[in-house]
């Protein structure tokens, strides 16, 4: 029997869904059939996006949360296991980045980009991972950047919280497969997002600039890489694991 709807009884747990890529993933999971759940610190934008998706058809629902604050995880995860049972798929979507000279960012900045690209993944798999294992079965999709495989000289310590990303990965994926946890992730290059627009004000130069080094010449629609989000958490990547799946228009390839 052929399916238009793989995620039909799936649920799906996207981080930073409000807007940007976690919304295209989270619109795309809920055209794939998926029960979709938006978890966003904005909670006017996110309670939007669940709108959206459910006039369109889809099976969304928000839950509101600081993930810079692990009992806010603790409490938003175990909510949502009431509710739901269980969370098969995890997008570990949260990030944030401005470009600052290395030399000019103290240890506080260090500690806030740290803390909102890579500690808020860790909390989200701490918090899921032993009701996955418990289920022997679980998905999970972390978005790095090519930041944390290209040197990007104006973002160093975003650099370095999206390579830990590529790491964690990579370690995760092994130590998870005994238990069918697949771990992956996917580095988006420049995406036309809430957080791109925002890079244009302090580079007013940055679409021009960008558009040299993607060799496609242009931003990424976050549909785009939402659909490669949604293929390594379906059964069509089943044979893969720990990987990083670059979508980046071919950024610095001529
Ligand atoms: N846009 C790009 O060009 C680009 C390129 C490479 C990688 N990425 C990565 O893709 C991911 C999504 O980026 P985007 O461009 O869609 O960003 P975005 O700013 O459009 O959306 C990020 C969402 O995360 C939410 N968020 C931030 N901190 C949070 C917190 N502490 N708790 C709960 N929610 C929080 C925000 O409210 C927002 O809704 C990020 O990890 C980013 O680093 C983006």
């Not at 904005?42 to 006039?55: G, K, P, Y």
């Not at 946890?181 to 997002?193: D, K, S, W, Y």
């Not at 939402?226 to 610095?252: H, K, P, Q, T, W």
């Amino acid at each position: 029997m052929y399916s238009d709807k793989p995620f039909s009884d799936r649920v799906i747990l996207v981080t930073g869904a409000a807007q940007g890529i976690g919304y295209a993933s989270a619109q795309r999971f809920a055209e794939l059939g998926g029960r979709v759940v938006l978890l966003d610190k904005l909670a006017a934008e996110a309670e939007a996006a669940v709108a959206v998706i459910t006039d369109h058809g889809g099976r969304a629902s928000a839950v509101i949360a600081d993930a810079t604050d692990s009992q806010e995880v603790e409490d938003a995860v175990a909510a949502m296991i009431a509710d739901y049972g269980r969370i098969d798929v995890l997008v570990n979507n949260i990030g944030w980045n401005k470009p600052t000279p290395f030399l000019e960012s103290d240890e506080a900045f260090w500690q806030e980009l740290l803390d909102i690209n890579l500690m808020t993944a860790l909390r989200f798999c701490r918090a899921i991972l032993p009701h996955m294992i418990d289920r022997h079965y679980g998905r999970i999709v972390n978005i790095a950047s090519i930041a944390g495989i290209h040197p990007w000289p104006g973002s160093v310590i975003y650099g370095v919280a999206k390579a830990g990303i590529v790491s964690m990965t990579r370690s995760l994926a092994a130590a998870m497969a005994q238990h069918n946890i697949r771990v992956n992730c996917v580095c988006p290059g420049p995406t036309e997002t809430g957080l791109s627009k925002a890079l244009r004000v302090t580079n007013p130069d940055y679409v021009k600039a960008v558009h040299g080094m993607v060799t496609l010449g242009r931003l990424a629609d976050p549909g785009e890489i939402a659909r490669a989000i949604c293929f390594l958490a379906s059964d069509d990547a089943s044979f893969v694991l720990g990987e990083c799946l670059v979508v980046d228009g071919g950024y610095n390839m001529v």
